[in-house]
């Protein structure tokens, strides 16, 4: 049997001002990100699924975030903004193609998952014409009321408009929907805007789909599910959700969390077995930890590879373009960035290495700093296997330390140091004798001169 078609269409052309921020709405960030990169996400993929989604006049960012998450999606504009239903007609090109089944997604719900998406699709094949996504609210004010008989959705009736009595049900409207796809538009082109505002809204489809002697049906979800977000408030309380799922799923694969709510991760972390993170860890986007791997308190990391039985901190910096090898120990107060650090290589204190090859087994001292930018440009510091570097030095890039080599502590190391060679660099040390004295001495005076 072949698979049902689908089109997906996700509304993100509102501006978000009640954000009070100049980014659009959708491009604000949960989990490390997107809220619209979540909902495309869990949008149906794979053979005969499409997508499109209906953005703002001068929304490039918008219409680049949608390249970027799914290249298989089609972006069109809606010039004017006249309500959802004019909204979702903004895609009727792509809705003209006839795709079996036509769902209707919101870019500001980033909880709504695939599973709930395939649920919302399952009555199409069984002959309804509408299938409208419900939730149980703890405090319905506001929301449109979802009005059944038996199992058949009747009408769904604003807060404004409805009746004592129906003010007193709590299955609530969460705006998504499926359409049977051969009949999509003809329910789409009833739809009218004889209302206070003269707008087009999703929302009449269910008297439509009712009139045409039709069948809608009603598929219930988490209020959690279906947040949207119009403020920042919202964004943090979709935030904690999303943490909370993350963490729990983190547990469930066999992760090590010892204060798990004290600890945040991306929607795309990656872990392998074995893994621990204690307390107060930033686990940002792009981060990917293998097995054995333990994450001390209060490190910070991005886009990062971490390899087998690593140690990682307390208090490191991992910045973007750090891979790490197996067993590599970053240890308390070191910063990496765009750099690869071989097996076995140990930074263990107060360094910075950016912009940097380190060779397996290399041992870099603390203070150790690779320098890497001349105020114009970067440049790359490469250490040999096996290689030491003595604290409290500076290797100023471009430069090669060998296989090897040892550079002593306190050195500022500008040329290439050859394979299995030591490097020095130091001024000669003074000491002059009685000097500590004399010059307490020179201070003392000068200090009671200018009291008295």
Known sequence: MT??????????????????????????????????????????????????????????????????????????VQAERLGTAHAVLAAREAIARGADDLLVAF???????????????APLEKGAALAVLGFRAADPT????????????????????????????TLCNAGVMAFEGRRALEILDRIGNANSKGEYYLVDAVAIVREMGLEAVVIETSEDEVRGINNKAQLAEAEAVMQARLRQAAL?????????????LAADTKFGSDVTIEPFVVIGPGVTIADGAVIHSFSHIVQTSIGKKASIGPYARLRPG?????????GNFVETKAATIEAGAKVNHLSYVGDAHVGANSNLGAGTITCNYDGFFKHKTTIGEGAFVGTNSSLVAPVKIGKGAYIGSGSVITKDVPDDAMAVERSPQNNRDGGAARYREMKMRAKAAKEG
């Not at 870019?107 to 649920?119: K, M, Y």
């Not at 469930?252 to 945040?264: N, Q, R």
Request: zero cysteines.
């Open 322 to 330: 750090t891979s790490l090898g197996d067993g590599v120990r970053i």
């Open 107 to 121: 870019g500001d719900t980033p909880l709504i998952s695939a599973e709930t998406f395939a649920r919302l699709r």
């Open 142 to 169: 506001g929301y449109g009321r979802l009005l059944l008989e038996g199992d058949h959705l009747m009408a769904i009736r604003e807060h404004a408009d409805a009746s004592a009595e129906e003010r007193k049900v």
């Open 252 to 264: 469930d694969a066999g992760v090590t969390l010892i204060a798990p709510e004290t600890v945040h």
């Open 3 to 76: 698979a049902r078609s689908s089109l997906t269409v996700v509304l993100a052309a509102g501006e978000g001002t009640r954000m009070r921020s100049s980014l659009p709405k959708v491009l604000h960030p949960v989990a490390g990100q997107s809220l619209l990169a979540h909902v495309l996400d869990a949008a149906p993929h794979g053979a005969g699924a499409s997508l499109a989604v209906v953005i703002g006049p001068d929304h490039k960012a918008v219409a680049d975030e949608v390249k970027r998450v799914r290249a298989d999606a089609a972006t069109f």
